[in-house]
């Protein structure tokens, strides 16, 4: 489920509360961190069609849960400018990164951009070492309908802070 939140409760489930790192990456290899960010917030930045992009966030809520079974992982952040979800296909323990997809909603930008629900996972989702972080870079993006909108180019990369 790439929209909406989950509930972070999950019976039998490993939930790690995080706080993260944004990143930059290369495509063919996992996200490396290059900035930190503190308790609840969500950092973003990148170039998309060329132009540039960062911003910064106060996250108003969150969940993560990582994958269980044949279930994907999911990371959801909404804050009171927009979204970010991501869908992860591979438990991601501290210090691993695994293949995800998802989508960025910045409403004061009116930027949209995401991988396609039902597609391939394009993107990599990071935990940090200690535990305490995740950071992720979404790659070939599409605008919205992400499943056959006009193709963007560029990458975002950037991290979201859990409460601690």
């Known amino acids: 489920m790439l929209g909406g939140m989950k509930t972070l409760g ?10 993260t790192t944004a990143c930059s990456s ?7 961190p290059t900035l ?32 269980i079974g044949a ?4 990371m959801d952040v909404s804050s009171p400018q927009g979204a970010l979800s991501i869908e992860f296909n591979k438990l991601i323990a501290n210090g691993a990164s695994g293949p995800a997809r998802g989508s960025f909603t910045d409403t004061e930008g009116a930027l949209s ?10 993107s ?3 935990a940090d070492a200690d535990g305490n ?4 870079t979404l790659r070939n ?12 180019s560029g990458e975002l990369s950037g991290c979201f802070g859990f409460t601690r």
């Open 113 to 122: 951009v995401g991988n396609c629900e039902s597609g391939d996972f394009v």
């Open 36 to 67: 930190a960010c503190g308790s609840q917030e969500l950092k973003v930045s990148g170039t998309l069609d060329g132009e540039g992009f960062n911003l910064v966030r106060r996250g108003s809520g969150y969940a993560f849960t990582n994958k």
């Open 26 to 32: 290369s495509s063919d290899g996992p996200a490396t």
């Open 10 to 19: 999950v019976v039998g489930a490993t939930i790690l509360a995080l706080v």
């Open 133 to 136: 972080g995740v950071h992720f």
């Open 124 to 126: 990599t989702l990071s």
């Open 71 to 74: 279930d994907p992982g999911t």
């Open 141 to 152: 993006l599409s605008r919205e309908p992400y499943c056959g909108g006009a193709a963007v």
